[in-house]
Every structure is written in structure tokens, then in C-alpha cells.
């Protein structure tokens, strides 16, 4: 079974700007874990503080419509209140939380696998990527190959590679797949899509962070606001702590437990 791809001028740019699309999302993906890496601790513990002034803001509104309707609060229903209304912020605190130790263990490659890496990758796209070959989304083993190199380019895991192109080209012989030539009727119109894609990854988070891991000032400024907007935080979280101890010890909130 032999495809027919159309060598054209067309088809080599539709190619290279597949690969480098690829590649700046992998890019992308080291960008955002040395991001995180920097400054996780700092943006975890600014959004930690950020929850519990929120929570607090909602202690107090509840407080304050208790007044209004005699000065009762029932501890329980507020603490059921207080568990919907805070759900979506701690499940953000979590996710923020999770990343940040999934990053900070990360490791990266030498510059070498990196190359490497991305050359082992290349020659295996050429042959099976699922935008170039459209047999890889109709033969599962295919597809099973292309997502474990997907996952070994991501780690830059040159050893997986090597292995991985021995098998696709074994794979390619055995299912009798020649050489690949695939007419693509919308050739123009997918070049223009992956030249936006590429300009969107480019000027978006986390690709636009690369300027700033790599100024050193810049960083420590970005720290240093971090700092700022934390301890900002903290001193708001303790006028709202104030103010809802001024409201219990003015006498006009009356807490009640369920004691069953």
C-alpha cells in the first residue's frame, strides 16, 4: 500500500511548519516548568492568603446578615456555606499545589539529548506524525507508537527514540506502507492555521515567560512583586480577622452548635 504525498514547495513548508509547531509546544511545556520552578513557591502562597481573605470577606457578609435577622448563626450551616461557596478556590489551590511538586521535581536533558532528541523526532514525524500519515489514525499500533514518541520527545528520552524508530519502520515494512505521498486538498489552508498557531504559541503564556527567565533582574523584580502582593495579603487578612472579632465581641452575633 503505497501513499502518494505531492513533493511540492507547498507540501516541504506545510512539514517544517508541523515540526516547528511541535517543537515550540514542547519549548512551551520546559518554559511553564521553569516558570514554576522560580516562582511557584511565591505564587502558591500569594493565592493561599488570596482563598483566605475571600473566605473571611464571606464570614463577615454572612455575620452581617445575621444581624439583620436576629443575631444567630448556626456554626454548622456556616461552615456548609462556607465549604460551597470555598470549593472552587481550594480545587485551584490544589491544582496549583500538585504542579508546583510535579515541577519542582522535574529534571532537564543536556543539550545534547535536547538536539538529539529533536532530530530522532523529526525523522520519526516524517514517517508517522498523524497530520503527514493519515494511516497512523487508522492502524491502532501506529497510533500507539506515535503517542510513545510524543511522550519520549517530552523527556527528550533518546535512548526511547532510537528503540521507537527501529520499531515504526518495522512496523511501516511489515503493514507494506512504501513511501509516503498524501495529497492534502486543503494544503493552503492548514498552512495558514499552523502559521497562527505558531504566532499564538509564541505570544502567549507560558512561551512569553521565556524573556523573563532569562533576564536575571527581571526575575528577582518579578520575586520581589510576588513578595509585595504576599505580605499585602497578609496585612488584609488580618484587618479582615479583626473585623470579624469585632463583630463577635460586640455582642450581636450569637454562634450556636449542634451538640448531637
Not at 456555606?81 to 508546583?100: F, G, T
Not at 514525524?125 to 503527514?132: C, G, N, Q, R, T
Not at 527567565?213 to 505580605?231: F, I, P, R, T, V
Request: charged content about 30%; overall charge negative.
Amino acid at each position: 500500500m503505497d501513499l502518494m504525498k505531492i513533493e511540492n514547495t507547498a507540501y516541504k513548508t506545510y512539514e517544517a511548519l508541523l515540526l516547528e509547531r511541535d517543537q515550540l509546544e514542547k519549548e512551551a511545556g520546559q518554559i511553564w516548568t521553569l516558570y514554576i520552578q522560580t516562582f511557584g513557591a511565591l505564587i502558591t502562597a500569594v493565592y493561599e492568603e488570596k482563598i483566605e481573605c475571600i473566605k473571611c470577606k464571606k464570614i463577615i457578609t454572612y455575620y452581617q446578615i445575621a444581624l439583620n435577622h436576629g443575631g444567630v448563626v448556626d456554626r454548622d450551616e456556616l461552615e456548609n456555606y462556607l465549604d460551597q461557596e470555598m470549593r472552587s478556590y481550594h480545587a485551584n489551590l490544589k491544582h496549583l499545589l500538585q504542579d508546583y511538586e510535579q515541577c519542582k521535581e522535574a529534571t532537564f536533558s543536556t543539550s545534547y539529548e535536547a538536539q538529539r532528541s529533536k532530530v530522532l523526532y523529526r525523522r520519526l514525524a516524517k514517517l508517522i506524525h498523524p497530520d503527514i500519515n493519515p494511516e497512523t489514525d487508522r492502524q491502532h499500533v501506529l497510533k500507539e507508537l506515535w503517542q510513545r514518541i510524543v511522550t519520549a520527545y517530552g523527556h527528550n528520552d533518546v535512548k526511547a527514540l532510537s528503540e521507537l524508530e527501529v520499531l515504526v519502520r518495522k512496523v511501516l515494512n511489515d503493514l507494506g506502507i512504501g513511501e509516503i505521498r498524501v495529497e492534502i486538498p486543503d494544503l493552503a489552508d492548514r498552512i495558514e492555521a499552523l502559521k497562527e498557531e505558531i504566532d499564538d504559541l509564541t505570544h502567549t503564556e507560558p512561551y512569553v515567560y521565556k524573556d523573563l527567565l532569562d533576564d536575571e533582574a527581571a526575575s528577582e523584580k518579578k520575586k520581589a512583586e510576588l513578595n509585595e502582593e504576599l505580605e499585602a495579603y497578609k496585612k488584609y487578612h488580618k484587618q479582615l480577622n479583626d473585623t470579624i472579632l469585632n463583630i463577635i465581641s460586640s455582642g450581636g452575633i450569637k454562634i450556636q452548635w449542634d451538640m448531637n
